[in-house]
């Protein structure tokens, strides 16, 4: 059974930073694309950041592009997440998504919110 827990969420203000932390267990974790995706209340979830299973490939939105960093260490099966400058826009729950063979799995989030 695929499992993804995130942690590292909270509340701070903008201007600072956060570091989310998604551990897999139950795949092949170096087999597997991995990602963050965010839902702020009222609105659907949306793409963050995603990494190529070997870690080389890094892709974001373009409203978190230069502010945050997506990286993984495969020995410890964990993806992280770290996340500077923080604005307020950026308040939502943070999912972590697992890509391997051809399926998608969910973490159940972690709360991100960011006062003014």
């Known amino acids: 059974q695929v499992q993804l827990v995130e942690s590292g969420g909270g509340l701070v203000q903008a201007g600072g930073s956060l570091r989310l932390s998604c551990t897999a267990s139950?795949?092949?974790?170096?087999?597997?694309?991995m990602g963050w995706f965010r839902e702020a209340p009222g609105k659907e979830r949306e793409f963050v950041a995603a990494i190529s299973r070997g870690g080389s490939m890094t892709y974001y939105a373009d409203s978190v592009k230069g502010r945050f960093t997506i990286s993984r260490d495969n020995a410890k099966n964990t993806v992280y997440l770290q996340m500077n400058s923080l604005k307020p826009e950026d308040t939502a729950v943070y999912y972590c998504?697992?890509?391997?063979?051809?399926?998608?799995?969910w973490g159940k989030g972690a709360l991100v919110t960011v006062s003014s």
């Open positions: 139950g795949l092949t974790f170096s087999s597997a694309a």
């Open positions: 998504n697992a890509h391997w063979i051809t399926v998608d799995y």
